[in-house]
């Protein structure tokens, strides 16, 4: 059974940073694609980042954190990593981490339980 907990969430002011963490628990992890999302208040979960598995290690992220946000992942300790510097009020969210595995003749989606990020003065 896959299990997603995210941390490192809190309050931060306008141009600070932040690093969160998605502890993977489950049987695979280094092949697997994992993506960080968010939720500001009252609007659509949206893909902020994400990174690909196996050696690759590729990279994706949405316009707006292009620049300010990097994603890193260590395989070694199923760990995956958003760090989040100039950070602007409009990042305020809950940040999701998700990972999709194979059952059957389908993917699953997984989702750790949110952190929330709040930029403010």
């Known amino acids: 059974q896959v299990q997603l907990v995210e941390s490192g969430g809190g309050l931060v002011q306008p141009g600070g940073s932040l690093r969160l963490s998605c502890q993977y628990s489950?049987?695979?992890?280094?092949?697997?694609?994992m993506s960080w999302y968010r939720q500001p208040p009252e609007k659509e979960r949206e893909l902020v980042a994400l990174?690909?598995?196996?050696?690759?290690?590729?990279?994706s992220y949405i316009d707006s954190v292009k620049g300010r946000f990097s994603i890193s992942r260590d395989n070694a300790k199923k760990t995956v990593f958003l760090q989040m510097t100039d950070l602007k009020p409009e990042d305020t969210a809950v940040y999701y981490c998700?990972?999709?595995?194979?059952?059957?003749?389908?993917?699953?989606?997984?989702w750790g339980q949110g952190t929330q990020v709040t930029v403010s003065s």
């Open positions: 489950g049987s695979s992890f280094s092949t697997n694609t």
């Open positions: 998700n990972t999709m595995e194979p059952t059957g003749r389908t993917y699953r989606d997984y």
């Open positions: 990174i690909t598995g196996s050696s690759s290690s590729s990279t």
